[in-house]
C-alpha cells in the first residue's frame, strides 16, 4: 500500500493527469435510467422492483447479484442532460421575466491542447443552455499580475456571475494566489477557503460546493439512494473532490470513513461501505475483494491504459475494476459516461444559482 500513488482526476485538476478529455464520449452504450433506482430481479418469486432505500433491499440485492451478475447502470450523461434541460428552463425564465441572463467567465493560460479542450467543452455547455460564456486567452510566459488583472475586471463586472481558472497554471505562477483572488460570490469551481471551510460546518451553508463531489451527491439523489445512515467510504482526499465528498456526505447524514495513501487495511475499510466514492486516479485499484455486495459506487477515476484494439492506442477506465464491480455492487458509474458529464452540469448550475442570488431571483 505504501508503494500505491494516490492523484486527484476532479474536474479542474484532470488536466493535470491526461493529454486529453472525452468525459462524454461514452464506449459503452448506456441505457436512460431517470428517477429513483430499482434492483430488478430475474426470480419472479421475488418482488419486481425494489428501490435502494427499502429497508429489505440488502438481502434482496445480494439475491439480484447471484442471478443477474449484473449492476445498475448510473448514466451521469443521461442525468446530467436532464440537468440541463431544467436550467435552460431555469436561464429562459430568468431573462423573460427581469432580462438577466447567466454569464461565465474562464480564464485560460497557456497553449495546453487539453485545457484548451476543456475550455472548449464548457463554452459548448454554456451555449447548449442559453448562458453567457466570457474567455481570456493568455500567452504561457504572461505574468500573474496580468491574470490576476483578468480576475479584477471579472469580479468588477456585474454581468459575469461565475469565474473560472483553467487549471493546471505555468509553473511560475502562485496557483492559489490566483484561486483565492476569485471573490467569493463568484466561486463557482468552489475552491475559495471561506467556500470549503462553510462546507465544513455545521449549520453553515457554502456560496458553491466543489463540482465534481457536487455531482456525486446528485447522482446518488437523482437514483434515489438513501445516504442518511448508511457507511460511506470515500477514497482519496485531495482539497477538490475526496474531503468536499466526505464532507458532502456527511451533511447527508451518513458515517464516513476516508482511505488515503498511509491507510492500513484499505481493503477490509471499504468492503464495510454502502456507498463507495473513488478519486484517486489508479486505474482498477477497487477489485471485487474490495466490494460490499449491494454497495453503490461513484467512480471518479479516469485513467487512460493502454488498448492496442482502440484507434486512439488507450481507452478509460475508472478506478474502480468495472467488470468486478457489476457482479458485486447494485449500481456503479461507467467511466466513461458517469461523472464527468455531471461536472460540467454542476458548474452550469453553480453559475445559474449565483446569478439568482445576485438578482435575488427565485
Not at 86 to 113: H, N, Q, W
Not at 256 to 279: C, G, L, M, W, Y
Request: charged fraction near 20%.
Amino acid at each position: 500500500m505504501a508503494s500505491m500513488v494516490f492523484t486527484d482526476p476532479s474536474s479542474s485538476a484532470t488536466a493535470r493527469l491526461l493529454p486529453f478529455t472525452r468525459f462524454s464520449n461514452g464506449v459503452v452504450s448506456l441505457r436512460r435510467i431517470v428517477g429513483p433506482l430499482h434492483v430488478g430481479l430475474l426470480n419472479p418469486t421475488f418482488p419486481r422492483t425494489l428501490s435502494l432505500s427499502s429497508p429489505r433491499s440488502s438481502r434482496f440485492i445480494t439475491a439480484a447479484m447471484a442471478t443477474e451478475q449484473s449492476a445498475k447502470v448510473i448514466d451521469g450523461k443521461s442525468v446530467a442532460k436532464q440537468i440541463r434541460e431544467e436550467i435552460s428552463a431555469e436561464v429562459l425564465k430568468m431573462k423573460d421575466a427581469i432580462g438577466v441572463v447567466p454569464g461565465l467567465a474562464v480564464i485560460l493560460v497557456g497553449d495546453r491542447k487539453d485545457s484548451a479542450t476543456y475550455v472548449r467543452n464548457k463554452k459548448k455547455a454554456c451555449e447548449s443552455v442559453g448562458i453567457n460564456s466570457f474567455e481570456v486567452h493568455l500567452p504561457e510566459d504572461a505574468s500573474e499580475q496580468e491574470v490576476l488583472k483578468s480576475i479584477s475586471d471579472f469580479n468588477d463586472d456585474p454581468s459575469i456571475h461565475g469565474i473560472l481558472v483553467q487549471l493546471p497554471l505555468p509553473p511560475h505562477m502562485d496557483e492559489q494566489n490566483i484561486l483565492n483572488a476569485v471573490t467569493i460570490e463568484k466561486d463557482v469551481d468552489g475552491f475559495h477557503p471561506l467556500n470549503i471551510g462553510r462546507l465544513a460546518m455545521r449549520g453553515r451553508e457554502p456560496l458553491f460546493v466543489p463540482c465534481t463531489p457536487k455531482g456525486c451527491i446528485e447522482l446518488l439523489h437523482r437514483y434515489g439512494v438513501d445516504i442518511k445512515g448508511k457507511r460511506a467510504v470515500v477514497i482519496g482526499r485531495s482539497n477538490i473532490v475526496g474531503m468536499p465528498a466526505a464532507l458532502l456526505l456527511q451533511r447527508e447524514d451518513a458515517t464516513v470513513s476516508i482511505v488515503h495513501s498511509r491507510t492500513k487495511n484499505p481493503e477490509e475499510i471499504t468492503r464495510q461501505a454502502d456507498i463507495i466514492i473513488s478519486a484517486v486516479g489508479q486505474p482498477n485499484m477497487v477489485r471485487g475483494s474490495w466490494i460490499k455486495p449491494g454497495a453503490v459506487i461513484i467512480d471518479v477515476g479516469i485513467n487512460p491504459v493502454e488498448d492496442a484494439s482502440s484507434p486512439r492506442g488507450y481507452r478509460l477506465v475508472g478506478d474502480v475494476c468495472y467488470e468486478e464491480a457489476c457482479k458485486i455492487a447494485a449500481a456503479v458509474t461507467p467511466v466513461p459516461g458517469g461523472v464527468g458529464p455531471m461536472t460540467i452540469a454542476m458548474l452550469l448550475s453553480n453559475t445559474l444559482s449565483s446569478a439568482k442570488r445576485t438578482h435575488n431571483f427565485k
